[in-house]
T-cell receptor, first 114, second 114 residues
Framework: GAVVSQHPSWVICKSGTSVKIECRSLDFQATTMFWYRQFPKQSLMLMATSNEGSKATYEQGVEKDKFLINHASLTLSTLTVTSAHPEDSSFYIC??????????FGPGTRLTVT | AQSVTQPDIHITVSEGASLELRCNYSYGATPYLFWYVQSPGQGLQLLLKYFSGDTLVQGIKGFEAEFKRSQSSFNLRKPSVHWSDAAEYFCADRTQGGSEKLVFGKGTKLTVNP
């Protein structure tokens, strides 16, 4: 149980375009979902926390207009990187929580912006 | 600010040898501690967690961790390492104040020599 999926697993897009990443909890209802960014050989940096049906809460320094997060249902959250630039290239990981204090992580999405 | 410290950036052990990965948390009357493992290009898998109770916690894949409040530590151990254990290991603590957010250490990369 407690499986989280992400789609796509990797994506290449051109500079200036937007790309959407989906995060799904497959066998549980996730009241809270988290989006992280991970640079090569570094730890995870929390970008935002989203609760179903409400606006996401962004961490300091994260551009909310660039990284749009939607948590439309208890099993789906999306991260849209708008007007992507090469510096947005990174590994994006989502996690979902179905009870307090435990997060289950997705497999990650590798984004490359050319 | 709350922090999690993993003093060892990189550890190399021989297959069959014992392993201990160190983790120190900064503060918290009631820490909620986790160990995750990440293989290259993958998401995070939960190895074990400590919320309360027995300070020696058993996890998956033969891992265990011991919570020591006096040392603010939550070290991960395995008596005999397998080549498949080579990965990045992250220690995390739930943030104080009731939030579900996690604070991650910088990670320890484990290399296993044959």
């Amino acid at each position: 149980g407690a499986v989280v999926s992400q789609h796509p697993s990797w994506v290449i897009c051109k500079s200036g375009t937007s790309v959407k990443i989906e995060c799904r909890s497959l066998d549980f209802q996730a009241t809270t979902m988290f989006w992280y960014r991970q640079f090569p050989k570094q730890s995870l940096m929390l970008m935002a926390t989203s609760n179903e049906g409400s606006k996401a809460t962004y961490e300091q320094g994260v551009e909310k207009d660039k990284f749009l997060i939607n948590h439309a249902s208890l099993t789906l959250s999306t991260l849209t990187v708008t007007s992507a630039h090469p510096e947005d290239s990174s590994f994006y990981i989502c996690s979902a929580s179905h009870r307090a204090y435990e997060q289950y992580f997705g497999p990650g999405t590798r984004l490359t912006v050319t | 600010a709350q922090s999690v410290t993993q003093p060892d950036i990189h550890i190399t052990v021989s297959e069959g040898a014992s392993l201990e990965l160190r983790c120190n948390y900064s503060y918290g009357a009631t820490p909620y501690l986790f160990w995750y493992v990440q293989s290259p290009g993958q998401g995070l898998q939960l190895l074990l967690k400590y919320f309360s109770g027995d300070t020696l916690v058993q996890g998956i894949k033969g891992f265990e961790a011991e919570f020591k409040r006096s040392q603010s530590s939550f070290n991960l151990r395995k008596p005999s390492v397998h080549w498949s254990d080579a990965a990045e290991y992250f220690c995390a603590d739930r943030t104080q104040g009731g939030s579900e957010k996690l604070v991650f250490g910088k990670g320890t990369k484990l290399t296993v020599n044959p």
